[in-house]
């Protein structure tokens, strides 16, 4: 199975470009990625425009399939800020030299970032080493990547024995649908599409028993940081303020909002979102997260994909791809 070469396509190219550059070509724009049919509450402040009366600038918004695509354009100087990144296809860029850091955390979600298997199989936790030999639809370098390896090495199934294809989740949903793959992974409203074809084989709460935690970032690269760093801190401050509206009451203004950015019905923004959990910016600080954890976690995470083949090498520490000055500076905001 080529891991390796299918996942260094993914940021072929990643180390030759900086980032500092993004900033929307000069002109008081800023660029920012997110993800569609993933809600969380910085959207409702996004169609309010809180964000462009905060920063006193337009702030244009592109959607992704993947947080593998969005390190490559922040690579190419297409993105300045991309919000919910997954952990792993930062490790992914980094690991290959980008330069990029983490401002904050966005979303801890161990529920909705799952493998599928579908349900004609009839395999579960207790049958899982009957994987062996089945195609596997997995967007590499992702998350879902991360907790598919993870998954994996737990039930003892070897790499060598899947055949696994490179697919955004809304594509391995649709494999699986149509019976051309076996098992599928993915998050949000593509995984919750996959659960009508199959089933899970561990749930987020089994998982992070396991140490598979399942957590979002907010990123920049480093050089737009350090020449941006009051404008990240604002844009910080905005998103802990709509997550601290949602978590104290979840207002049905908020969900309407939401839901309607996401591109998705109330009902299912609100389902999805009551598998996610937003810290507040104090437990982001503390040691259990950007404090010491996190730095810890990404080399975890670079160490299983090394093991498994997927990337030539982890760095030392990622303790440089963290910087916290504009979070801490946006709990004064």
């Keep these: 199975m080529k891991l390796k070469t299918a996942l260094k396509g993914a940021v072929a190219g990643v180390t ?25 509450p910085f959207q409702a402040a996004k169609v309010s425009g809180a964000y462009d ?13 993947t947080g593998t695509a969005m390190s490559a354009a922040m690579a190419s100087g297409d993105i300045d800020i991309s919000v919910s990144q997954g952990v792993p296809p930062f490790v992914v860029a980094t690991s290959a030299g980008q330069d990029l850091q983490i401002v904050d955390v966005a979303v801890s979600y161990a529920d909705n970032d799952n493998c599928v298997v579908a349900s004609g199989l009839e395999i579960d936790k207790s049958s899982a080493g009957e994987l062996a030999g089945k195609k ?15 998954q994996m090495e737990h039930f003892g199934v070897s790499l060598d024995s899947l055949t696994v294809v490179d697919m955004a989740p809304a594509e391995g949903q649709a494999a699986l649908a149509q019976g051309a793959v076996d098992m599928a992974c993915g998050w949000g409203g593509a995984l919750r599409r996959m659960k009508e074809s199959g089933n899970v084989l561990l749930t987020g709460a089994e998982k992070t028993d396991l140490g598979i935690l399942v957590f979002d970032v907010t990123t920049a690269p480093s050089g737009f940081v350090a020449e941006n760093a009051d404008i ?20 049905e203004f908020m969900a309407n909002l939401i839901a309607q950015d996401a591109g998705m019905s109330v009902e299912d923004a609100k389902s999805s979102m009551s598998t996610f959990v937003f810290p507040d910016i104090n437990t982001q600080l503390s040691n259990s997260w950007l404090g010491g954890n996190a730095q810890s976690f990404m080399k975890g995470v670079a160490d299983v994909f090394v093991n498994a083949g997927s990337i030539d090498s982890a760095k030392d520490s990622y303790a440089d ?13």
């Design 232 to 251: 990240v801190a604002k844009f910080l401050a905005v998103t802990a303020d709509a997550n601290t509206a949602w978590n104290t009451s979840q207002p």
């Design 321 to 333: 791809n963290v910087n916290t000055g504009p979070l801490a500076a946006a709990k004064g905001m």
């Design 136 to 150: 596997v639809a997995v967007p590499l370098g992702t998350a879902a990547h991360y907790g598919f390896l993870k």
């Design 53 to 65: 009366a905060a920063l006193g600038m337009k702030v244009n918004w592109v959607s992704f399939d």
């Design 16 to 40: 030759l470009v900086s980032g500092s550059a993004a900033f929307a070509g000069g002109h008081g724009e800023l660029n920012v990625a997110y993800f569609l049919e993933w809600p969380m």
